[in-house]
């Protein structure tokens, strides 16, 4: 629901993210003690993994809260510090009762947008 009222359109975008956490059962934490770029991909690559291995659950990454932009600091620092358990959180996934579902790509062929 897009309109001119900014203020409505984050507010509405908290409180679908509040329903979203509501809805999800569990999360996973993927942590490394002092991860570089490799660990990245691989942490990604074992979430692609699992969303294959695991039946009757939706996963989907939540990773809002390591976003690292300015005002997501404290927030990000807190759920560290919480959760990290000494290792930096590089990923978190949610957990969800229900199928995976595969959302269209967001990848373009590269054949539909060369201009000839």
Do not use: C
């Amino acid at each position: 629901m897009l309109s001119g009222d900014w203020k409505g359109f984050g507010k509405v975008g908290i409180d679908s993210f509040k329903q979203r956490l509501n809805s999800e059962i569990a999360y996973i934490l993927i942590r490394a003690d002092n991860p570089d770029l490799i660990d990245y991909v691989k942490a990604g690559e074992s979430y692609q993994e699992l969303t294959q291995l695991v039946k009757g659950y939706e996963l989907r990454p939540a990773v809002q809260a390591i976003e690292e932009f300015a005002e997501m600091t404290d927030i990000r620092n807190a759920f560290q510090e919480e959760y990290g358990d000494g290792k930096e959180i590089m990923l978190i996934i949610g957990v969800r009762n229900g199928e995976m579902v595969k959302p269209p790509s967001i990848r373009h062929n590269v054949t539909d947008i060369l201009i000839e």
